[in-house]
C-alpha cells in the first residue's frame, strides 16, 4: 500500500530476460544486486551458478528441475517478501519479490542453460536503492539451500 502510494516499487528494467549472449544481464553498480553472469573475481555480484543433477543419483529432465524450482519458489520466503511468478518459459523464469510494508520489488531470473547441460544461471537485484542488506545473496541462498535437499549443487562455493 504505502509503496503503491510513493512509487516504491520501481518501474521494470528494460534489460530483464535472456541476452543475446544466451546470458542474464550484468548487475549495475549499486550493491544490490547478484548474478552468475557476473565475473568471479566480483566478490560483490558474484554468485555461482547451480547444477540440477551433479548431486543426484539418478538424474532428471530439465521439466522436472523446472517444477522443482517453481515449487520452492512459491514455498521459501526468507525475507517475508511475497513472489509472483511474471514469466515462465521452458528454459528461463522472471519472479517478482515484493517487500510486505513498502512494496520494494526486487527481479529474480533463473536461466536453465541451452542443451543438455544441468546448469541454472540466476540473477537478483533490487529495482530502487544502492544497497539490500544482502537480502538477494539471503533469498538465493534459502532457495538453494532447500533446492539441495532435492539434489542440486552450487558449482563453485558460495
Known sequence: MIGAIFQLSGKKPDYLGVQKN???ALCP???NCISTSENISDRVHYAPPWNYNEG??????REVAMKELLNVIKSVKPDKFTPRIVEKKDDYVHVEYESPILGLVDDVEFLFSPGKNST???RSASRKGNF???VNRKRIKALR???EKKGWVSENSF
Open 22 to 24: 544466451e546470458r542474464l
Open 29 to 31: 553498480a549499486t550493491n
Open 56 to 61: 543426484r543419483k539418478t538424474p532428471v529432465r
Open 120 to 122: 541454472v544461471e540466476y
Open 132 to 134: 539490500d542488506f544482502d
Open 145 to 147: 539451500q532447500e533446492l
